[in-house]
């Protein structure tokens, strides 16, 4: 029997006992500390002056504290008055090795490098010799199953803005049957009329985060103020599946609640099309991250990818936030077992650029369709290429897997010795999440007394707490988690 369900047995018999023992560290490629330590009020001094001189310049509503990122490293997060924090944020979900990862400083530090970082290359027009190479050996080597194309971006917001204006493209490109466009269609394009701006749609779900930039802003329906005051598309909008937890308990119920969804996707697509407003794709997340980590089954997504067929639309998995590696496989769809792959799959964060992969016809069919200045980074793409060397070598998605488990079971454990404030616990890989009974103001509470202890986390939804460690996050550092939120909530009780 493993150290922590030998822990979790025995607090079981004395709910206010906070646990202790800790698995033996796996030995990593990179020092880091040995735990957190906190010797200021958070913020501290030096962040409240930095905080006063940044005001003066820009907004800050959003700042907590500012960093010492030459002193972070591994999973820690050291701050500018020396606080040391375990960070299961990561940046927003975007690191994927933690801090300062060896393998990252050293392609950084290779002279062969700098060029890139010192010209950056307007990669639509005038990429570096390297570019192909570095393409096939960190997007490509790790493309989802069935897409053989991609396009790089920069981040997440504009790797989905530019993956709906593929699927538009590719929607009228089939109805006029590979023609050119017409003379109206290019005159009226220009005025933002039809034809040449038809009237399409594209398909999201309640709970939804895809971006804050204008296009993705109407599939994003997961917090009011991301959307408040700005114009918008009135495009179609299913449920997501509000699953009831444990999934073992409610199974009828689940199926139940995701046949309604799905029934709702197939209406949506009849009203939309009845009233000459086509739906082109659907967009969907693996796990509806910033909507307070909505999951739903493989079953349901499997269904949902058949009826876009049977429709004629596109079917777009917004990986930005699942994937590389965080659910225990590299995309979080690959657990669905699709029998047809999505169209296009978008990703970013912990990619360290943006882009999306597709297949071959959604290819743009002449130039300037899809482009920008940048494209992306070519050294962007070399930090990826370490980051796939890195995370096959070290056998990282398996260390997702067992950490997961640690920490999964723990906040389990923990939904069970706190009943009254705990509830939901839920997650694949290190995808993990929990809900707060009090909602928001408790969750935010519990999230500011555990930066105290020094665990930087964060929120989502209206009352999850979630956890987005980096992938090199360890047995031990999920227990540190559990043992600091045992004792937060004992405080709380």
């Known amino acids: 029997m493993s150290l922590l369900r030998k822990t979790l047995q025995s607090s079981l018999s004395s709910l206010k006992q906070v646990r202790h023992v800790l698995a033996a560290p796996k030995k990593l490629s990179l020092d880091e500390f040995d735990g957190p330590s906190i010797k200021t009020d958070i913020p501290g001094p030096r962040s409240k002056e930095l905080l006063r001189e940044l005001n003066s310049l820009s907004t800050t509503h959003e700042v907590q504290f500012f960093c010492n990122y030459e002193e972070s490293k591994g999973n820690y997060l050291v701050d500018v008055d020396g606080n040391v924090f375990l960070d299961i944020f990561m940046q927003i979900s975007s690191l994927p090795l933690g801090y300062n990862h060896p393998a990252l400083l050293k392609v950084l530090n290779d002279p062969a490098n700098l060029s890139t970082l010192v010209n950056r290359p307007a990669l639509g027009n005038l990429p570096p010799a390297d570019f192909p190479l570095r393409v096939q050996n960190s997007l490509i080597a790790v493309a989802p199953k069935g897409l053989t194309n991609v396009k790089t971006m920069a981040c997440g917001s504009c790797s989905n803005e530019n993956a709906y204006k593929a699927i538009f493209m590719w929607y009228m490109t089939k109805q006029r049957g590979g023609a050119p466009p017409s003379p109206e269609e290019l005159e009226t394009c220009m005025y933002n009329k039809s034809p040449g701006a038809p009237d399409l749609t594209l398909m999201s779900f309640t709970g939804a985060f895809h971006g804050r930039t204008l296009g993705?802003?109407?599939?994003?329906?997961?917090?009011?103020?991301?959307?408040?005051d700005i114009p918008s598309l009135d495009w179609p909008i299913a449920p997501f599946p509000q699953l009831k937890y444990p999934l073992e308990e409610h199974e009828a119920e689940n199926r139940a609640e995701e046949r309604r969804c799905?029934?709702?996707?197939?209406?949506?697509?009849r009203e939309y099309t009845s009233a000459g407003r086509p739906v082109c794709g659907v967009v969907v997340e693996p796990v509806q991250a910033e909507g307070?980590?909505?999951?739903?089954?493989?079953?349901?997504?499997?269904?949902?990818?058949?009826?876009?067929?049977?429709y004629g639309a596109a079917f777009l998995v917004d990986e930005v936030q699942t994937g590389v590696g965080v659910t225990g496989s590299w995309w979080a769809h690959d657990l669905w077992q699709l029998d047809d792959p999505p169209d296009i799959v978008t990703f970013a964060k912990k990619m360290l650029g943006g882009g999306y992969f597709h297949t071959e016809e959604f290819r743009a069919n002449s130039g300037y369709r899809i482009f920008n200045t940048w494209l992306g980074e070519p050294s962007k793409?070399?930090?990826?290429?370490?980051?796939?060397?890195?995370?096959?070598?070290?056998?990282?998605?398996?260390?997702?897997?067992?950490?997961?488990?640690?920490?999964?079971?723990?906040?389990?454990?923990?939904?069970?010795?706190?009943?009254?404030?705990?509830?939901?616990?839920?997650?694949?890989?290190?995808?993990?999440?929990i809900?707060?009974?009090?909602?928001?103001?408790?969750?935010?509470?519990?999230?500011?007394?555990?930066k105290r202890k020094g665990i930087q986390s964060g929120g989502c939804g209206e009352r999850t707490i979630r956890c987005r460690p980096a992938l090199i996050f360890q047995p031990h550092h999920a227990e540190m988690v559990?043992?600091?939120?045992?004792?937060?909530?004992?405080?709380?009780?």
């Open 262 to 269: 799905l029934d709702q996707v197939h209406a949506l697509f």
């Open 482 to 493: 559990v043992n600091a939120m045992d004792e937060v909530l004992a405080e709380q009780a």
């Open 292 to 310: 307070g980590d909505n999951h739903a089954s493989p079953e349901f997504f499997r269904e949902l990818r058949a009826i876009t067929k049977e």
């Open 381 to 433: 793409l070399a930090m990826c290429e370490a980051v796939v060397k890195t995370v096959q070598e070290e056998n990282l998605l398996e260390n997702v897997r067992q950490a997961g488990s640690v920490l999964l079971d723990g906040l389990k454990h923990l939904q069970t010795k706190y009943p009254t404030q705990l509830e939901n616990a839920r997650g694949l890989g290190t995808f993990i999440a």
């Open 435 to 450: 809900d707060c009974k009090g909602g928001d103001a408790h969750r935010n509470k519990i999230l500011t007394d555990l």
């Open 216 to 228: 993705c802003l109407a599939t994003t329906h997961s917090k009011a103020i991301h959307k408040l």
